[in-house]
């Protein structure tokens, strides 16, 4: 009798072995295209990747060459370019890979890894995008204090504690997810490791990380929010007040851009995190994550360069010199 019940105990708890069995290795099923469709899915992304690397570069490269650009509005750009490079390092080769192999296995530390810099890219153009509308303020609602208020000492600041705090913020959901068991299933039918469908593979209690990540959320993604909405009610508001057509029309010119790039960055946001998504599987909500994921780091630049005549003015100029020495 009580050799059954210490048989009946280990099979109990080789059954819960078995059910809680940690696992290393992740299937990323990425985009499951069909065979026919595979290479072309793979040339658009490749495409995308490329001219977003290309873009990006080439403004960080043009603020660099260019001394009429060397002013805090072009220095954020660039900072915002190489926030935009990291993001796009950290999801398109392994979501190539996917598509090619139709699906790739990646260790479970990748993946945090992986998630780690997305982080890292999605806070750091939060508060880079906030550092660009005071700025923007500045140049337009207090011009006269514009060069004491925005110097080249503040600018570093506003970067270096930009970069620190989106690091340490990532680093701490880093720390919480690690300390999580994972127990499977080991299959993320995603084309990247976002939060959610990483936690999705653990079987402890993920209450801590949720309220975590949604309190460090609020203060660095959602106050941000609120204070580039206030800074542009105070911009559009000091620029119906100058009375030339040709000023307003100029003042309007130096924000249009940053206004669409906030305006598709948050957007996206509140699409796939806010709007409830309850019943919907991860194939749902891929094509809007491919958004702020893939297609608004290749927007950025092209939003920034298509109607700024300085860059321009400087790539002509770059131009011309390459032909000229040659």
């Known amino acids: ?144 204090h514009y060069v004491l208020l925005m110097n080249n000492r503040v600018c570093w600041i506003m970067v270096i504690t930009s970069w620190m705090a989106s690091i340490s913020i990532v680093l701490i959901h880093t720390l919480s997810i690690s300390q999580l068991q994972f127990c499977g299933p080991d299959i993320i039918d995603h084309f990247f490791c976002d939060l959610d469908p990483i936690l999705a593979l653990s079987c402890s209690d993920t209450t801590t990380v949720h309220l975590e990540v949604t309190s460090l959320s609020a203060l660095f993604v959602v106050i941000p929010f609120f204070i580039i909405i206030v800074s542009y009610v105070y911009i559009i508001v000091t620029i119906f007040k100058i009375s030339s057509n040709v000023g307003r029309k100029k003042a309007f010119s130096t924000c249009s851009s940053h206004m669409t790039v906030v305006s598709i960055y948050y ?36 939003i920034y360069s298509l109607r700024n005549e300085d860059l321009k003015r400087v790539l002509g100029k770059l131009i011309s010199n390459y032909f000229t020495m040659n």
């Open 1 to 144: 009798m009580y050799c059954d019940w210490l048989l009946r105990l280990c099979r109990l708890w080789a059954m819960d072995k078995k059910n809680h069995t940690t696992i290393d290795v992740i299937h990323l099923l990425g985009f499951q295209s069909p065979g026919n469709l595979q290479f072309l899915f793979f040339f658009i992304f490749f495409t995308i990747y490329s001219l977003t690397m290309c873009g990006n570069l080439l403004i960080a490269a043009l603020v660099f060459y260019g001394k009429t650009l060397h002013c805090p509005m072009y220095f954020f750009l660039t900072q915002l370019s190489l926030s935009d490079i990291l993001l796009a390092t950290a999801i398109l080769p392994n979501m190539l890979h996917a598509i090619l192999m139709k699906g790739t296995f990646i260790p479970l530390s990748a993946c945090v890894t992986q998630f780690f810099f997305f982080g890292i890219s999605e806070t750091l153009d939060s508060l880079l995008l906030t550092v660009m509308s005071y700025d923007r303020y500045l140049a337009i609602c207090k011009p006269l």
């Open 267 to 302: 957007g996206t946001l509140v699409c796939v995190y806010l709007v409830p998504s309850r019943g919907q599987s991860w194939n749902v909500s891929k094509f809007p994550s491919l958004l702020y994921t893939v297609v608004i780091p290749l927007l950025n630049p092209i």
